[in-house]
């Protein structure tokens, strides 16, 4: 059977599930209701989706809000200050690294509470086995009885009609043999009434859909954590790199991470404050949704397992123990005198039989007033009760936290980010290119410079200025600035060449 925990050891609420519980439940119409769990209440169910809410009207006002702020930033166009933009990056690096830590915290959420959902399914397997093995055996306990031990008391009655001289051992022959007939009647009547509420219970359906449903949930929810880490490193990278394009993407991510978070936050609300209801008391719980033919005090005797209350199938189990013992006496009686008034070759092996049956029925018996004791139902009971509502509470929890305080950051992540994308321009808007020069003669700066310059010049046969042969000849389509350059450079030259004719004594030659 294992070690189990003593009598003394009961369920006991956390602390947790009290605070949840301790949250206002409002209807539609804003009226307090009752906040015991029931899932098939739908007043019930209208509040916990009030609850869950909440979140998404922070979702709403939220996206407002940066809506707001992208109306009035859109066309803001102005240059500003290197340190400027350095101070937004590494305040959104900061906002980051607090966002991948908030995730982090809903992955180890994520972890408990799929342990203690593996501690719920695990114990109920359990006992779904348990109640299946104790109507095995009294379905075997009941075959017995009825289908071999009666007909082979059928077929000794027969032999025993054959007629004898001794009528006083043959009364007493028979008197016997009725008792074993009625007790076999009592020991299945009694095994029956075991079996009977027992019929109904079946979690297989249950456990097979948990199972399933955590299958797609735990593996989902990490993935949907490290795609909002993927995210995250996205615009670390791109504050890093002074990526515009990744500081965008994220921008247009960060808004679908923003709205999931929310959502997932009222969710995780609405769930937490569900279980929290249910794990105040969990048996009351069982017993609203037991099967009709199992009696409500079988189920608060195998939750509770106090030292005070009797066991509902303890009185029944010692009927068909009597019942046994009496048909076993009165069969050794049977043995007894029918051996001694008839001869018959096949009867020694039929009160065989008969007796080999009895012992069996009483081996079956035995195991079953093991099975039936209360101690492992209670463990298993304690098992998925302290697993669901300390573990997966608590990791539920910490989802809800992580979810909500992710979900904040984000939003000011996705603030600051369009806010930090606006200001960063192209790579060419910064650089700052060299034009080359198309003048190979600067103009000159005064008087005497400007006399020389021209005096200088190289010129033909007709006194025309010829062009220096190691300038650098200009492209053929400059870019415009520099062609404008190039236009105030002749018309300097041009009155450079007027100036220094008016002079007294100076002639230029054009």
């Known amino acids: 059977m294992g070690d189990y925990h003593e009598f003394t050891d009961q369920y006991k609420v956390p602390v947790i599930a009290k605070l949840l519980h301790a949250l206002p439940h409002y209807n539609i119409t804003f009226h307090k209701i009752n906040s015991t769990f029931r899932p098939n209440d739908e007043i019930y169910l209208e509040s916990l989706g009030i609850l869950g809410s909440v979140p998404a009207a922070l979702l709403i006002v939220s996206l407002l809000g940066l809506l707001f702020y992208l109306m009035t930033r859109c066309c803001d166009r102005k240059p500003r200050p290197a340190h400027s933009i350095t101070s937004l990056k590494v305040a959104l690096s900061i906002v980051t690294v607090m966002c991948c830590a908030a995730i982090g915290l ?41 289908n071999r031990i009666r007909p082979q008391l059928v077929e000794l009655a027969d032999i025993f009609d054959q007629p004898v001289s001794n009528q006083t051992a043959l009364s007493k022959l028979f008197v016997s043999l009725n008792i074993v007939q009625g007790n076999v009647t009592l020991a299945t009547n009694a095994a029956s009434d075991i079996r009977r509420p027992l019929m109904g219970i079946s979690m297989t359906h249950f456990l097979t859909r948990g199972d399933q449903w955590e299958l797609i949930r735990w593996p989902g929810t990490v993935a949907t954590l490290a795609l909002l880490l993927v995210l995250c490193a996205v615009l670390l990278v791109g504050v890093a790199r002074h990526s515009r394009c990744a500081l965008i993407l ?39 949704t037991a099967p009709r033919d199992l009696p409500t005090n079988v189920l608060l005797h195998y939750t509770q397992c106090e030292p005070g209350h009797t066991n509902p199938f303890t009185q029944r189990l010692r009927e068909s123990q009597n019942s046994l013992n009496n048909a076993r006496s009165a ?5 007894k005198i029918s051996l001694v008034l008839f001869k018959s070759s096949g009867l ?11 012992n069996s029925s009483e081996r079956l018996l035995t195991q079953l007033t093991a099975l039936v ?58 650089a700052q290119v060299d034009e080359p020069s198309y003048i190979s003669h600067p103009a000159p700066q005064n008087h005497q410079q400007m006399m020389n310059a021209a005096r200088t010049l190289p010129r033909n046969h007709n006194g025309y200025v010829l062009e220096d042969p190691f300038v650098t000849r200009p492209a053929r389509f400059p870019p415009p600035f520099s062609r404008s350059l190039f236009l105030c450079s002749l018309s300097s030259r041009f009155l450079c060449s007027c100036a220094i004719s008016d002079i007294p004594g100076t002639s230029v030659r054009r």
């Open 250 to 288: 994220f921008s247009v991510c960060g808004l679908l991470a923003v709205t999931g978070s929310w959502l997932m936050s009222g969710l995780y609300l609405s769930s937490s404050v569900a279980v929290g209801d249910l794990c105040i008391s969990p048996a009351d719980f069982l017993v609203s």
């Open 331 to 335: 069969m050794a009686t049977v043995m």
């Open 348 to 358: 020694q092996p039929k009160l065989g039989a008969v007796n080999a049956d009895l």
């Open 106 to 146: 809903g992955l180890y959420g994520n972890d408990d509470l799929h342990n203690g959902l593996l501690e719920v399914l695990t114990a109920g397997r359990k006992v779904d086995n348990l109640v299946t093995t104790i109507r095995n055996q009294t379905h075997i306990l009941e075959n017995t009885l009825t």
């Open 373 to 430: 004791d209360c101690k492992a139902v209670h463990h298993n009971f304690l098992a998925a009760a302290r697993g669901l509502c300390e573990g997966g509470l608590l990791g539920l929890v910490l989802m809800l936290i992580a979810s909500f305080i992710a979900a904040i950051l984000l939003t000011i992540m996705v603030w600051v980010d369009s806010h930090t994308w606006i200001y960063i321009r192209k790579r060419n808007d910064y």
